[in-house]
């Protein structure tokens, strides 16, 4: 992904209205919600994207149980309050609702 990509993905919230994404790397899925940095340290995030409330898993271990006591997950999911993510390492992403 290219250095442009924060740019994009700006525009892309703004008409969808929520700042909710999934980022997939090569080895992780990634839900949170951006950051979008304003002012005088937009440049500082260049090479990175900010997520707040992040959720980090494993793709390789990751289960598709979806019962209410499922807990597969838990070994493999990480919770971050901020994570920064390296555009180069994303493979793609999408914004939910």
Not at 3 to 25: D, M, P, Q, R, Y
Not at 68 to 85: A, P, S
């Amino acid at each position: 992904m290219s250095k442009h990509v924060l740019k994009s993905i700006k525009k892309i919230i703004e008409e969808a209205g929520t700042n909710n994404i999934t980022i997939f790397t090569e080895h992780l899925k990634i839900d949170g919600n951006i950051f979008i940095p304003e002012g005088k340290c937009e440049e500082c995030h260049d090479d990175y994207i900010t997520l707040e409330n992040a959720l980090a898993c494993r793709l390789n271990d990751y289960c598709k149980c979806d019962g209410d006591d499922c807990q597969c997950n838990d070994y493999v999911c990480f919770k971050y309050d901020w994570l920064n993510i390296c555009i180069e390492h994303i493979v793609a992403y999408s914004i939910v609702q």
